[in-house]
C-alpha cells in the first residue's frame, strides 16, 4: 500500500511568493493533519481534517497560512505570502479517526529566502 | 494545556550500550502514549501503549507505561548505529484523532 505522499519534497522560494504543498493520505483515512517541524520547535501541528472537515485550525499561526481538504484523498496547504520564518519542514499524516497512530508523509522541506 | 517532555534532548553512546529514553507527560483525558522514530525523513511508528506495566518489545526495542507516574521509557539494547535517529513520544488524549501531543523529541547518535 502506499503510504502519504506529499509534494514537493523540498521547495527553495523567495520572500513574498506563494508556497503550495500537496498531501494525499492514505486511502480509507478519514483523518488528515498538517504539521510544521523546527529544530526550536519540534512538531507542530497546524490544522486537521476529519472527514474533509477542518476540525481545529489554532495551529495556524496566522492568515498568511490556509489549508483546504476538497476530497478524501488531498489536501493542500498553502501560505501566502511566505516568509523567512516559515522555513520548516512540513509533514501531512493520515489516520483512522478513531487511533492514535499516525501515518507521516515524507515531509516537503520549504526554505524561504 | 497538554504537556510532553522528552530526557535526555540528545544522546551519544558506543554501538553495542543500552540506552534509556525518558517521555512525562501532563494529559487531560490520557488514552494512549505513542512512541515514534525519525530518521532523515518522516517519523515512523513504534509502540503504542495504553495499559500500564505491561511492556510492549519489537526486537531491540521495549517500552513501558507507568500511568499513576505519568511516564514512559523507550529501551534499546545493543545498540546499533541504524538506531540513530530522533526519537518522539507522543500522548493521544482521544476525543477523535485530534489530541496527539508531540513532545521535542531525543536525538539518539550511536557512535561505531
Known amino acids: 500500500d502506499a503510504g502519504v505522499i506529499q509534494s514537493p519534497r523540498h521547495e527553495v522560494t523567495e520572500m513574498g511568493q506563494e508556497v503550495t504543498l500537496r498531501c494525499k493520505p492514505i486511502s480509507g483515512h478519514n483523518s488528515l493533519f498538517w504539521y510544521r517541524q523546527t529544530m526550536m520547535r519540534g512538531l507542530e501541528l497546524l490544522i486537521y481534517f476529519n472527514n474533509n472537515v477542518p476540525i481545529d485550525d489554532s495551529g495556524m499561526p496566522e492568515d498568511r497560512f490556509s489549508a483546504k481538504m476538497p476530497n478524501a484523498s488531498f489536501s493542500t496547504l498553502k501560505i501566502q505570502p511566505s516568509e523567512p520564518r516559515d522555513s520548516a519542514v512540513y509533514f501531512c499524516?493520515?489516520?483512522?479517526?478513531?487511533?492514535?497512530?499516525?501515518?507521516f508523509g515524507e515531509g516537503s522541506r520549504l526554505t524561504v529566502l | 494545556e497538554d504537556k510532553v517532555v522528552q530526557s535526555p534532548l540528545s544522546l551519544v553512546v558506543h554501538e553495542g550500550d543500552t540506552v534509556t529514553l525518558n517521555c512525562s507527560y501532563e494529559v487531560t483525558n490520557f488514552r494512549s502514549l505513542l512512541w515514534y522514530k525519525q530518521e532523515k525523513k518522516a517519523p515512523t511508528f513504534l509502540f503504542m501503549l495504553t495499559s500500564s506495566g505491561i511492556e510492549k518489545k519489537s526486537g531491540r526495542l521495549s517500552s513501558i507505561l507507568d500511568k499513576k507516574e505519568l511516564f514512559s521509557i523507550l529501551n534499546i539494547t545493543a545498540t546499533q548505529t541504524g538506531d540513530s535517529a530522533v526519537y518522539l513520544c507522543?500522548?493521544?488524549?482521544?476525543?477523535?484523532?485530534?489530541?496527539?501531543?508531540f513532545g521535542k523529541g531525543t536525538h539518539l547518535i550511536i557512535q561505531p
Open positions: 507522543a500522548t493521544y488524549s482521544g476525543g477523535g484523532a485530534d489530541g496527539l501531543t
Open positions: 499524516a493520515s489516520s483512522l479517526a478513531t487511533a492514535g497512530e499516525l501515518f
